[in-house]
């Protein structure tokens, strides 16, 4: 399901339901138990990884930046340029009030859906794009996001989702069968082959896959490099 606004793919139909609130519990729950404090330690090694084999970009767009988890990691390196961009405003607001001010003083935000990016062609070095992606059921709208991703990029994308071949992955499809049928689905676990032959077919060569637990757990990063 889909808002069909100025674009078909252009914004997810739970994108708006990120109201202050909603924006200050997303801020939290990162560090909400030992778990999610373990996942998101994880998760920054991953994306640490990920920027070395993606060369030490010197210039970097986060989209959707969300509120900024990642922000710390993208300023271990004084030199980057660091962009953001979310659909919603109120996310970046709530990045941009909460977070350390020796962080967001190097942050340049602008609104903006990540299907369409109102910057100039090669505007960075690399695209950080976390946790967006699997929300992306319609091979349509992944085509969409990589394409203006091979837009803006100069060289590399970085960017995580779920993908089979795992037993995490396994658990959810023998739920799913359970499950009564939703009319509208926004998490969804794509097939190795199908998003690796997406990124090929959209101008990019795959550098690097990270998992976040081999063989167990759906998350994956992707290092790509423009063709």
């Not at 996001?145 to 795992?166: A, P």
């Amino acid at each position: 399901m889909v808002k069909k606004n100025h674009d078909a793919a252009a914004e997810l139909a739970f994108s708006d339901k990120y109201d202050q609130q909603h924006a200050q519990q997303y801020f939290e729950k990162h560090d909400d138990g030992l778990w999610r404090k373990l996942s998101n330690w994880r998760d920054h090694q991953i994306a640490r990884k990920a920027l070395k084999i993606a060369g030490n970009p010197s210039s970097v767009l986060d989209t959707p930046c969300g509120t900024g988890r990642f922000w710390d990691v993208l300023a271990e390196d004084k030199h980057r340029v660091i962009h953001v961009s979310d659909y919603n405003q109120t996310m970046m607001d709530m990045g941009m009030a909460n977070r350390p001010k020796a962080i967001t003083s190097r942050v340049k935000p602008f609104q903006a859906s990540a299907f369409e990016l109102p910057v100039a062609d090669g505007f960075v070095d690399s695209i950080f794009c976390m946790r967006f992606m699997h929300h992306l059921g319609q091979s349509a709208d992944r085509e969409k996001l990589l394409k203006e991703f091979h837009r803006v990029t100069k060289d590399t994308v970085i960017i995580s989702l779920w993908v089979d071949g795992n037993i995490k992955a396994k658990r959810r499809a023998q739920l799913e069968k359970k499950r009564p049928a939703k009319e509208y689905q926004n998490r969804f676990v794509l097939p190795t082959s199908v998003v690796e032959a997406e990124f090929k077919a959209n101008g990019f060569d795959i550098v690097e896959r990270l998992d976040f637990i081999k063989y167990y757990h759906m998350w994956r990063t992707y290092v790509l490099r423009k063709i």
